[in-house]
């Protein structure tokens, strides 16, 4: 009986042992203090903890602050804080919590909207996440990725006809300021086919994120859809946060093996926040201001959308880039062009001219379009771009009334299209077109006869094989 007693509590204190071993962190907490506060850097000394992990600081009088690790030199870090700092004294402690932030994910997401932290913004109780996931997750192997071979309906006529998306692609929405990006993205995100809709308002101004969501979205686009906003007077690190959780929600649902729609607003201030965050910390800027960690970023978050492995879904994603006083030169908008699998650029002397969306045909391409689209899709699209490039490389000659009818055939056939164009690219805000629709408009108008080109003098027609 004594042996017995004795072997068992020894099992008992070696369980106990095993349990205190999980409770106890393989590295101890080092605490420090907080040493010196530079706008929104904040510096510590005394404690030890890497890149990209949580600190609490602790004011007395204060409620806590959480920052986050960006950088070290010597025996200092350099913090981040994801609110505010006023309040902060010298000497507060930092206390490292030895871990990174992680997110809650699931069905429950579905019609909320959120932050970059995952807090409910609309007044609704926090989700209730059974899992929670790494909020910079890891990349697939890009030759694990399945190929964009199938297209996505966004239900814009222009997009579909001219533009067509392939599932998995990601593209880059080039834009002035007040041209109509944020409609054209609300547009997409009711009148698309995708079974999830993820959107990242990214550094917007909050009125714009209350009227995207009730206005623009709308009861029924938010239903199935998430919404995370991080507005423009969030920190840099809430605002880098933002464009992250947008990612990694994606990127659960389509581990699901749904098809997800991820549209976010704007790659810009994804950038912008960075380049706040690297500068801050002293890291010299390279191309206009912009220090090199920025275009480190940019492709470490696009490639995580697109395709999935064998089995899973897709993330087909529209990252708006805002180019500054309309510059496409800007170097923000020509790095993002070189990641991208392509390009819908709005123009802003075509919004004037009273056609929405300002779709500028000329400078825009979709580089999956030609897997995804059938030949006679593709030249009946062709086709357009070559009447509608004719007429614009004529315009001026037009409108002084130096055109002559007769001198050129193929002016003539461009200059009696070109309202049948026009009429072709607008599209109401709340008019959605479906692809096989948008196809078989286009196949129809190139194949117009014209009094240039009558029945018996008529081009070779495209052929419609998409039935």
Known sequence: MVAFARDRGARWAAYLAGLRSRLRPSI????????????????????????????????????????????????????????????????????????TARLPVGEALLGRVIDGAGAPLDGGPAPRCERRVPMVGRGIN???????????????????????????????????????????????????????IVVGLIGERGREVKEFVEDNLGHDGLARAVVVATPADSPPLMRLHGAWTATAIAEHFRDQGEDVLLLMDSLTRFAQAQREIGLAIGEPPATKGYPPSVFARLPQLVERAGTSTAGGGSITAFYTVLAEGDDQQDPIVDAARAILD???????SIAESGIYPPVDVESSVSRSMLRVADAAHQQAAQRFREIYAYYT????LIKVGAYRSGADPQLDRAVELWPRLEVFLSQSRHEPVTLNQSVAELLALVNTPTAVTGPNQREQPVRDTTQ
């Open 142 to 196: 890009a030759l694990s990725r399945q190929p964009i071979n199938e297209p996505m309906d966004v239900g814009v006529r222009a997009i579909n006809a001219l533009l067509t998306i392939g599932r998995g692609q990601r593209l880059g929405l080039f834009t002035g300021s007040g041209i109509g990006k944020s409609s054209l993205l609300a547009m997409m995100t009711r009148f698309t086919q995708a079974d999830v």
């Open 28 to 99: 101890p907490v080092v605490e420090g203090k907080l040493a010196r506060v530079a706008g929104m850097t904040l510096e510590a000394i005394g404690c030890e903890a890497a890149v990209g992990a949580r600190c609490l600081i602790k004011n007395p009088g204060r409620h806590e602050l959480e920052a986050e690790v960006v950088g070290y030199a010597d025996d200092r870090l350099y913090l981040m804080p994801t609110g505010t700092a006023d309040g902060l004294s010298p000497n507060a402690r930092v206390i490292p919590t030895l871990s």
């Open 342 to 348: 392509g390009q819908i650029t709005l123009s802003r």
């Open 393 to 396: 490389r004529h315009r001026d």
